[in-house]
């Protein structure tokens, strides 16, 4: 897998953006590995599996931007 973007969220977990593999989650209470991905039949997952970059707002939001959009 190609990471583009990582970052470290208030909870400590941490986000991997990829190139055309969606967003990996790392939770760091119990180390599970949540992927993320686009779904064409479903309106809330991803935009699109490239994930470009990863953004944290100063309230601990986290912001997706794909190659589809901003998420």
């Known amino acids: 897998m ?3 973007s990582i970052i470290q969220d208030n909870n400590k977990n941490l986000w991997f953006g990829s190139r055309n593999k969606g967003l990996v989650k790392l939770a760091n209470i ?3 590995i949540r992927l993320f991905q686009y779904e064409k039949d479903n309106q809330h997952s991803l935009s699109h599996n490239n994930i470009r970059k990863l953004l944290l707002s100063k309230q601990g939001e986290l912001y997706i931007a794909t190659s589809g959009g901003l998420e």
């Open 2 to 4: 190609e990471v583009w």
């Open 30 to 32: 119990n180390q599970k």
